[in-house]
């Protein structure tokens, strides 16, 4: 195969379109290693610097990434965030092209902290429903999730939670929609429980986003926090 050298466009360029292309096209999916600098150059009648060249504007782009003495692999695509509103991590997946997972860890009644209390307008006896689940994309582990409800919420302590989306499960059940977040981020690093669940080493970077959520009346809340895989993610403001 090769590409045209009578038109304006550089080599290099027209090599990185067309490599892009077969990314897209699934030709070279997400971790797979690309041909060798040489193997390219034979496939496209082109110099080493010309292949250099198309690869390094590639990894520019986030599309691959160059490990020494390893080769050049297909980066995976991040799940792209929004800070702003609320979007279920179920259509995140959907809109990025992954098929959602969820698996339950644990549901459990706990007493809230003080702060949590009155974040969720609490009484002083009152108990939070917790709902701890790992989340997945493509099957392959993205972010642990907790939630924590009040006593209105506490009819998902016998629901099925699994590889189901959390908000739609609440919206069927009582017509509430969560509209609104006021979000806390900060870089954590994992404890050896939360490594074992996201499959990483301990101390391995992960984002959290800490968040209250509210409903579109203003009535209803709950609290969340998302410990995130922070190389799977890009965050969008």
Not at 14 to 42: F, K
Not at 64 to 79: A, D, N
Not at 118 to 127: A, N, V
């Amino acid at each position: 195969m090769s590409l045209d050298n009578t038109i304006s466009t550089p080599l290099f360029q027209q090599l990185a379109a067309t490599l892009r292309a077969a990314i897209d096209a699934g030709e070279y999916p997400p971790g797979s290693r690309l041909p060798t600098e040489n193997e390219l150059c034979e496939r496209y009648s082109v110099s080493r610097v010309t292949v250099r060249k198309a690869l390094d504007e590639l990894s520019q782009g986030e599309f691959l990434v160059r490990k020494p003495g390893k080769g050049t692999f297909v980066t995976e695509k991040k799940i792209q965030r929004k800070l702003d509103g609320v979007l279920s991590y179920t259509n995140m997946c959907y809109m990025m092209g992954y098929q959602p997972g969820a698996k339950t860890i644990r549901i459990t009644l706990e007493q809230p902290t003080e702060e949590e209390r009155g974040q969720l307008g609490l009484k002083k006896d009152e108990q939070t429903l917790v709902v701890e689940r790992l989340r997945l994309a493509d099957g392959r582990p993205m972010m642990l999730e907790t939630s924590k409800f009040p006593e209105s919420f506490f009819f998902l302590f016998n629901a099925d939670l699994t590889n189901t989306s959390l908000y739609e499960t609440i919206r069927k059940e009582t017509g509430i929609v969560f509209t609104r977040s006021d979000k806390v981020l900060e870089i954590v690093f994992a404890n050896h429980q939360e490594a074992k669940y996201l499959g990483v080493v301990k101390g391995y970077p992960l984002l959290s986003i800490k968040s209250v959520v509210h409903d579109q009346s203003g009535e209803h809340c709950y609290l969340g926090r998302q410990l995130c895989i922070a190389d799977k993610f890009k965050l969008m403001v």
